[in-house]
C-alpha cells in the first residue's frame, strides 16, 4: 500500500474504509502506518483505539520527517476519544 491510499481512503468519510485503515496499521512501511492513524483520527474511529494503543512502543520513524515515530500516537488516541480530528490538510 502506497502511504497516500489512507488519506484517499479517510476522504471518503465510509466507515467500511475503517478495517482496512487499522489493518494497514500493521504495514511494514512506517509512512503506511502514520497516515494510517491520521486517517483514523479524521474519521474519529473509536475502533482503532485498542490497537493505536498496542503501537505507543513502536519506535519506527517515517522518512517523510515532520510525522515523528508510529508510537506518538497518545495524540491521536486522545483526538479521537473527545471527538477532534486532524484537518482535510493533514
Known sequence: MNY??????SDTANPSV???????LDSPDT???????????RMNAH???????EMLTDNARSNLGKYGTVGETRDA??????????????
Open 4 to 9: 497516500r491510499v489512507p488519506a484517499a481512503l
Open 77 to 90: 488516541i486522545t483526538m479521537i476519544q473527545a471527538g477532534k480530528t486532524y484537518p482535510d490538510n493533514y
Open 18 to 24: 475503517i478495517p482496512p485503515l487499522i489493518k494497514a
Open 31 to 41: 509512512s503506511v502506518r502514520l497516515f494510517s492513524i491520521l486517517a483514523l483520527v
Open 47 to 53: 475502533e482503532a483505539i485498542p490497537k493505536l494503543q
